[in-house]
């Protein structure tokens, strides 16, 4: 007897975590819809079990027609799987950080999100499937000068639980991954905002923060080339919450992760001394 296939959608799949997901769960028998923004990064996903889709979570036509695309594809078999990865980390401190900027920050990481929610729990509906929801250690913690990430990161860790406990009746699950610093892409780009917003800032601000934020920036590089860990590790994670036959609602990836889930139990003061230096 043939068995049925699992379709998967994963969202910014064209770099880290995503791409890694991809191709690790076409391997292992899914067929994966990838989530790509770019004609470059659809070229690299091609394959066997790999379909790239063109997917912008801050274009809800965008989102529409995949939505009708995958529908088309998956039939009756509805959607296995929805992997929540798209993202992007904006950097620099609250006092000053523009406000479309914080904007763009919260449409990604959690309007955006929601959108696709939306869309495609009618295909998790259909094939009493999952949702896996890609989180950070800035879910539980407060990073200086990365308040609008942080802010988008609780906001979705709230949505997660929210909607967690609204798909119960269905026995949908809905997981969260939680990484602490991994080897992708996002780290640079995040840098780069960061000086990008440091850039424009007015003289008022860079002479507030200016000397505080260059070290901070070469910190923040040794710290994620000491270390971060490969993406697979996380690409572990989601497939157990793919599979798992008692999904947990959260997975943490990493000692870091683990250490500052710990650590948020500590008095707010000691918090602010070991996360400020």
Same mark, same amino acid.
């Given at each position: 007897m043939?068995?049925?296939k699992r379709?998967?959608?994963?969202?910014?799949a064209?770099?880290g975590?995503?791409?890694?997901?991809?191709?690790?769960?076409a391997?292992r028998?899914?067929?994966?819809f990838?989530?790509?923004?770019k004609?470059?990064?659809?070229?690299?996903?091609?394959?066997?079990?790999?379909?790239?889709?063109?997917?912008?979570?801050n274009d809800?036509?965008?989102?529409?027609?995949s939505f009708?695309?995958?529908?088309?594809t998956?039939?009756?078999?509805?959607?296995?799987?929805l992997?929540?990865?798209?993202?992007?980390?904006?950097?620099?401190?609250?006092?000053f950080?523009?406000?479309?900027?914080l904007?763009?920050?919260?449409?990604?990481?959690?309007?955006?999100q929601?959108?696709?929610i939306?869309?495609?729990?009618?295909?998790?509906?259909?094939?009493?499937?999952?949702?896996v929801n890609i989180s950070?250690?800035?879910?539980?913690?407060?990073?200086?000068?990365?308040?609008?990430?942080?802010?988008?990161?609780?906001?979705?860790e709230?949505?997660?639980?929210?909607l967690?406990?609204?798909?119960?009746?269905?026995?949908?699950?809905?997981?969260?991954?939680g990484?602490?610093?991994?080897?992708?892409?996002i780290?640079?780009?995040?840098?780069?905002?960061?000086?990008?917003?440091?850039?424009?800032?007015?003289?008022?601000?860079r %002479?507030?923060?200016?000397d505080?934020?260059?070290?901070?920036?070469? =910190? &923040? #590089?040794?710290? !994620?080339?000491k270390? @971060?860990?490969?993406?697979?590790?996380?690409? %572990?994670a989601?497939?157990?919450?793919l599979?798992?036959?008692n999904? =947990? &609602? #959260?997975?943490? !990836?990493?000692?870091? @992760?683990?250490?500052?889930?710990?650590?948020?139990?500590l008095p707010?003061?000691?918090?602010?001394?070991?996360?400020?230096?």
């Amino acid at each position: 007897m043939q068995r049925k296939k699992r379709y998967i959608l994963i969202t910014g799949a064209s770099s880290g975590i995503g791409k890694t997901s991809a191709l690790m769960l076409a391997d292992r028998g899914f067929t994966v819809f990838a989530g790509v923004r770019k004609e470059r990064d659809a070229g690299d996903l091609e394959g066997e079990n790999i379909i790239p889709v063109f997917i912008d979570v801050n274009d809800s036509a965008l989102v529409g027609e995949s939505f009708l695309r995958i529908s088309e594809t998956v039939q009756e078999s509805g959607l296995y799987g929805l992997v929540n990865n798209a993202g992007i980390a904006v950097a620099g401190p609250v006092e000053f950080l523009p406000l479309e900027k914080l904007r763009l920050q919260l449409e990604t990481n959690v309007i955006g999100q929601v959108t696709v929610i939306q869309a495609f729990l009618p295909l998790i509906r259909q094939a009493k499937g999952r949702i896996v929801n890609i989180s950070s250690i800035a879910g539980f913690s407060a990073f200086p000068f990365k308040g609008a990430y942080c802010a988008s990161k609780h906001a979705f860790e709230a949505i997660s639980g929210s909607l967690r406990r609204e798909l119960r009746h269905w026995g949908i699950p809905v997981s969260i991954i939680g990484p602490g610093i991994i080897k992708t892409p996002i780290w640079e780009r995040s840098l780069e905002l960061f000086n990008e917003t440091m850039r424009e800032m007015s003289p008022e601000a860079r %002479k507030y923060y200016g000397d505080y934020c260059e070290p901070l920036i070469e =910190r &923040t #590089r040794k710290r !994620v080339d000491k270390t @971060a860990i490969p993406p697979e590790r996380v690409t %572990k994670a989601i497939l157990r919450a793919l599979t798992d036959k008692n999904p =947990r &609602t #959260r997975y943490l !990836v990493g000692r870091d @992760a683990f250490f500052l889930n710990l650590m948020r139990f500590l008095p707010d003061k000691v918090l602010d001394i070991m996360l400020s230096s």
